[in-house]
């Protein structure tokens, strides 16, 4: 992997400290032993406490990388990723993890606009475009006390100025969160955690085989039935597998 767990944590010394940072510190000890499994353990166990965050997420894909765990690897990547989309670290590693699985599936790549502003949309998740647009509301009270309390003109005319400026950006803010949250919320994803899991044309035991996915394949959930659910995979190809397969994100 390209980075260690415990040369990250270096640089989220904080962080862990808003963790269990006994059992964070015994889990990046035992990581560093090469003890990869009693890392997993003490982990889940923060996670057990309900304590997430990136940095827990990325440590334990890297545990089960190292331990082969595919499917396991790549789900917790993707869960870091789901806290921070622009995690350098999380993106490089996940790359390895996915070179791993058996499934080559092609994806059907958006053109134009709709490309470059769901990109945009994607620089960070809805939690941080919304503490963006706190931030910008105070800077907007801020400027606009600044504005409506100056006796200068030329200072006022700036104030205001920046202001319109920061409101603007504020709004902005606000519809990306939205926007974020609604691509988040419509696209329910799940990794196939069976070493082979038959996917079928219809929600039943009797129904025919249609492909298999192994196990690491990242799928998009459509919708339930019973003990089934209806997938479908990057380059638009549908079907249906046991719930017991996978495990959602």
Do not use: C
Not at 175 to 196: G, P, S, T, Y
């Amino acid at each position: 992997m390209k980075k260690q767990v415990f040369i990250l944590l270096l640089f989220l010394s904080t962080l862990a400290q808003a963790q269990n940072p006994e059992l964070f510190e015994e889990a990046n000890n035992a990581y560093a032993n090469e003890d990869f499994e009693t890392a997993i353990t003490k982990y889940e166990k923060i996670l057990e406490n309900g304590e997430t965050s990136v940095a827990i997420y990325y440590n334990l894909g890297n545990a089960h990388y190292k331990l082969n765990n595919v499917a396991s690897s790549i789900y917790y990547f993707e869960k870091a990723l789901q806290l921070d989309p622009t995690d350098e670290d999380v993106q490089n590693n996940i790359e390895f993890a996915r070179s791993m699985t058996v499934d080559d599936i092609p994806v059907n790549e958006e053109t134009g606009f709709q490309k470059k502003f769901n990109s945009l949309i994607s620089t960070f998740s809805y939690n941080t475009w919304a503490y963006l647009a706190i931030a910008l509301s105070i800077t907007f009270v801020i400027l606009f006390l600044l504005y409506y309390f100056s006796r200068n003109s030329l200072q006022k005319r700036i104030f205001f100025g920046v202001a319109i400026f920061i409101f603007l950006l504020g709004g902005i803010s606000v519809f990306f969160a939205f926007q974020q949250q609604k691509i988040q919320f419509n696209n329910q994803f799940a990794i196939i955690f069976a070493e082979e899991a038959p996917v079928k044309n219809e929600p039943s035991p009797r129904g025919e085989a249609a492909f298999s996915l192994h196990a690491g394949t990242k799928t998009r959930v459509l919708e339930d039935y019973q003990e089934w659910v209806k997938i479908e995979l990057p380059n638009g190809t549908q079907g249906w597998i046991e719930n017991n397969y996978l495990k959602r994100l």
